[in-house]
């Protein structure tokens, strides 16, 4: 525990003092805490269908003032279990290398936060459009961080994004605030 209090006070001490965000305390849903910026604020609902294609939605979506910083949970039912960390992290990664037209890892492995493990991944993805689209976009190049970890028949995954070139501000909060995640 002691580590892990002296880590998050390395890694918020790496940032000067004018960009530290006041954090916190929110509750993502029943038995999962987070610490996020005091200026994060919940998803709606079309801001959620707008920016993920899912067919169901998220447990918790969060984002900054400005709409660019997204933080969520999510859930999926599994037959994984938690003893199954490591083969579920091999699978996710090859699942995460499948959804974008390149990703570059920046860590990856398996990490204990407050007494539970997760499988982690940190990233830079870049996805450009198809060649089949009718409509062409600009890629879009994010750093994500995330994480998963199994409790009880489901896998729940925490996941940090922002576009790749606000990276060097967000990393070392995104790095921070998953140190903060509470289970149980």
Known sequence: MAFLACTLLSVLAALPASDLPKMKKVKLTDGITVQLPEDFRPMTND????????????????????GVVDFGLNMAATTWRYEDLDILKS???????????????????????????YAFFEFISELRSDAKDAIKRPPKVNYT??????????????????????RSRWQPIARAIVKTIKTG
């Open 47 to 66: 801001e959620i269908a707008s920016r993920y294609l899912t067919y169901r939605k998220p447990l918790a979506m969060y984002t900054d003032q400005g």
């Open 91 to 117: 699978f996710y990664k090859a699942t995460i290398m499948q959804m974008f037209t390149s990703v570059n890892f920046i860590r990856e492995g398996i990490e204990q936060i407050n007494n539970r493990r």
């Open 145 to 166: 961080y995330i994480l998963y970890t199994v409790i009880g028949e489901n896998v729940y995954i925490v996941n940090f994004t922002c576009p790749a070139e606000v």
